[in-house]
């Protein structure tokens, strides 16, 4: 057979194939077409938005209570700010401040007053003219005045520090409580017969 013949059966063959090939448009490849088991390709990306909001942590981040204790043990007031009660952190530094300054004030009367009587038991006078004019029953009145106050200021100022602690973990706890304004309360008196028995009854209903 002539090879002319069979190279422009084989040319004719390969125009018609090219032809149809390129009429059914271009091939999707492994990465865009749709899985097996998908009758279409909108199921399939609904399915993977759906599995991404599953996986993205970051669109929610629950309060946390653990955060707010422990911010509040390191630094008072630090739990109050964590849990946005600015306000409170004011009433928290007046107070460690009150008991603080108490400590101090307390502190040195004691220390004075206890030094005073030790000296007058010892020698019998004060030098100092301000501790003189005392008798020995006063200054022991008065030493023992001063440690009671300054051992109450300490107590204060470690209630203090265990109170904002308890205060910014419950606050955490319920940051995320959230508390509908639509609360009312229906009272609707009801009249029916039991058996032959008149009966009246009031409803009270709750809506919160």
Known sequence: MNSKYILGVMTILLFFVSKRVLAQGPINDSLTSTPAGF???TSYRSIKRNTAAKNDTSIFVKHSPKKATLLSVFLPGAGQAYNKKY???PIVYAAGGTA???IIFYSKQYNNFKSAYSERLTRGNNADNYYNQFQTPTLKSYRDYYRY???LSFIGLGAIYILQIIDATVDAHFFD????DDLSLNVQPTYQ???SIPSSQILFTFKF
């Open 87 to 89: 306000w409170k952190m």
């Open 149 to 151: 106050y300054r051992d």
């Open 193 to 195: 017969f039991v058996g």
């Open 39 to 41: 009758s279409n390709d």
């Open 177 to 180: 409580f959230k508390i509908t």
């Open 100 to 102: 603080v300054y108490g």
